[in-house]
């Protein structure tokens, strides 16, 4: 009986080409190198997919009882409150996240602290490295730090990304019969658990592969400069009009005067002009960044909406809306509207909640491959020793 599967094996092997051969040891070393990696950032991607929802239930001091939009206090009116209760700590801007929602404070410090739009009272103050920012530590750098770690975790985004395309070579039918398709688009759930392992890898594996594509190419153009650039060139941009773009605009000697406004008039005025004037999705989510030099401009952020944001600048002396601000996200061209949309694309909020699901099973699926991939493996390679 040896003998026989020993002839049937041969034969198979002898009958695939050389770039078949190839392709599955490559398909195999590269996952096994990569499958460690693969995994926890499969499982961190999942967890993080949720962090508002999940912070939204179990961080009380984020939610408040909704009121009009106008009793929300501006900043003119927190900031002092806030400067009363840390008198030592250095403000940099207010995130108002909503009618429902606190004011997070960005202080200088470990602790984020959150503040009630409507009458400006601490709602809480928690550490910084809090649970998500630990899992995100892990899906970002492996908690090797920074430098170590995101060399790691995109070298093996960028080998998860030809292992897909591998393994759908790997998974593609030679003969398209009845008994190919069933194996290929189905799962023998009665059948033993070496095939029922086998059929998760490759037919759950081919299910998510659009996604898994998507997922690893947004997290490619995040890690590497390179490609970055290839995608915005072949989405339809260029570079230098790119570069252009984002030039924050110099500061021109008639404005190094003295401002018209004062500092917390001045961002009373920009929080009233972005909400009633500006803000198209989500207006009463907007951040406003105090500025750091009295020559710096004013920075303010709206339109936060799944998962992506419009950024604006203001003149320091004349409050005027600056060329460099970005345009609403549904205005923009398509190479734009990709740069922008890609953190929204690689997370599963640019559809809410329905893709944010759909995104949590397929990185659970990408979490489940290097497992599944791996008892393939080692299953052969223990039935070959018997032999």
Same mark, same amino acid.
């Given at each position: 009986?040896?003998?026989?599967?020993?002839?049937?094996?041969?034969?198979?092997?002898?009958?695939?080409?050389?770039?078949?051969? *190839?392709?599955? +040891?490559?398909?195999? =070393?590269? !996952?096994?190198a990569s499958g460690i990696v693969v995994l926890?950032?499969?499982?961190?991607?999942? %967890?993080?997919?949720?962090?508002?929802? %999940?912070?939204?239930m179990t961080?009380? +001091?984020?939610?408040?009882?909704?009121?009009?939009?106008?009793?929300i206090l501006p900043?003119?009116?927190?900031?002092?409150? *806030?400067?009363?209760?840390f008198p030592k700590k250095d403000i940099h801007g207010l995130w108002y996240n909503g009618l429902d929602k606190t004011i997070k404070v960005d202080i200088e410090s470990d602790s984020l602290i959150y503040v009630n739009p409507y009458n400006g009272q601490i709602t809480g103050m928690v550490d910084h490295e809090d649970f998500f920012h630990e899992i995100d530590e892990g899906h970002r750098y492996l908690w090797l730090g920074k430098e170590i770690g995101t060399t790691i975790t995109s070298w093996a985004t960028l080998i998860f990304f030809f292992l897909l395309i591998s393994g759908i070579i790997l998974w593609f039918p030679k003969k398209w019969n009845k008994t190919t398709v069933n194996s290929s688009f189905k799962i023998k759930w009665k059948a033993k658990f070496k095939r029922v392992n086998y059929d998760l890898h490759n037919v759950l594996g081919f299910y998510t592969l659009i996604l898994a594509f998507l997922i690893a190419l947004t997290g490619l153009i995040m890690s590497f400069h390179w490609v970055r650039e290839s995608t915005y060139w072949i989405t339809g941009g260029f570079a230098n009009e790119k570069v252009k773009k984002e030039v924050v605009?110099?500061?021109?000697?008639?404005?190094?005067? &003295?401002?018209?406004?004062?500092?917390?008039?001045?961002?009373?005025?920009?929080?009233?002009?972005?909400r009633? !004037?500006?803000?198209?999705?989500? &207006?009463?989510?907007?951040?406003?960044?105090?500025?750091?030099?009295?020559?710096?401009?004013?920075?303010?952020?709206?339109?936060m909406h799944n998962g992506n944001w419009r950024d604006l600048y203001f003149d320091q002396k004349t409050l005027e809306l600056l060329p460099n601000s970005r345009n609403y996200i549904g205005d923009e061209k398509?190479?734009? =509207?990709?740069?922008?949309?890609?953190?929204?694309?690689?997370? !599963?909020?640019?559809?809410?909640?329905?893709?944010?699901?759909?995104?949590?099973?397929?990185?659970?699926?990408?979490?489940?491959?290097?497992?599944?991939?791996?008892?393939?493996? +080692?299953?052969?390679?223990?039935?070959?020793?018997?032999?």
């Amino acid at each position: 009986m040896n003998v026989i599967n020993k002839q049937s094996s041969k034969s198979k092997t002898k009958g695939k080409s050389r770039f078949s051969k *190839v392709n599955a +040891w490559l398909h195999l =070393w590269l !996952g096994l190198a990569s499958g460690i990696v693969v995994l926890i950032m499969g499982v961190t991607g999942c %967890i993080l997919v949720f962090e508002h929802e %999940i912070k939204a239930m179990t961080s009380p +001091w984020l939610n408040v009882e909704a009121q009009s939009a106008d009793k929300i206090l501006p900043p003119s009116k927190i900031y002092p409150l *806030v400067k009363k209760a840390f008198p030592k700590k250095d403000i940099h801007g207010l995130w108002y996240n909503g009618l429902d929602k606190t004011i997070k404070v960005d202080i200088e410090s470990d602790s984020l602290i959150y503040v009630n739009p409507y009458n400006g009272q601490i709602t809480g103050m928690v550490d910084h490295e809090d649970f998500f920012h630990e899992i995100d530590e892990g899906h970002r750098y492996l908690w090797l730090g920074k430098e170590i770690g995101t060399t790691i975790t995109s070298w093996a985004t960028l080998i998860f990304f030809f292992l897909l395309i591998s393994g759908i070579i790997l998974w593609f039918p030679k003969k398209w019969n009845k008994t190919t398709v069933n194996s290929s688009f189905k799962i023998k759930w009665k059948a033993k658990f070496k095939r029922v392992n086998y059929d998760l890898h490759n037919v759950l594996g081919f299910y998510t592969l659009i996604l898994a594509f998507l997922i690893a190419l947004t997290g490619l153009i995040m890690s590497f400069h390179w490609v970055r650039e290839s995608t915005y060139w072949i989405t339809g941009g260029f570079a230098n009009e790119k570069v252009k773009k984002e030039v924050v605009a110099e500061v021109k000697p008639d404005t190094l005067s &003295k401002p018209k406004y004062d500092m917390l008039t001045a961002s009373d005025i920009i929080f009233n002009k972005v909400r009633k !004037g500006i803000a198209i999705q989500n &207006k009463e989510a907007v951040i406003i960044h105090f500025p750091d030099e009295p020559k710096d401009n004013f920075y303010a952020c709206t339109d936060m909406h799944n998962g992506n944001w419009r950024d604006l600048y203001f003149d320091q002396k004349t409050l005027e809306l600056l060329p460099n601000s970005r345009n609403y996200i549904g205005d923009e061209k398509f190479h734009d =509207w990709m740069s922008r949309s890609n953190y929204s694309l690689h997370v !599963g909020a640019i559809g809410g909640l329905t893709t944010k699901i759909i995104y949590f099973i397929a990185s659970l699926i990408c979490a489940s491959l290097p497992l599944t991939g791996f008892y393939i493996w +080692w299953g052969r390679t223990k039935k070959a020793k018997k032999n």
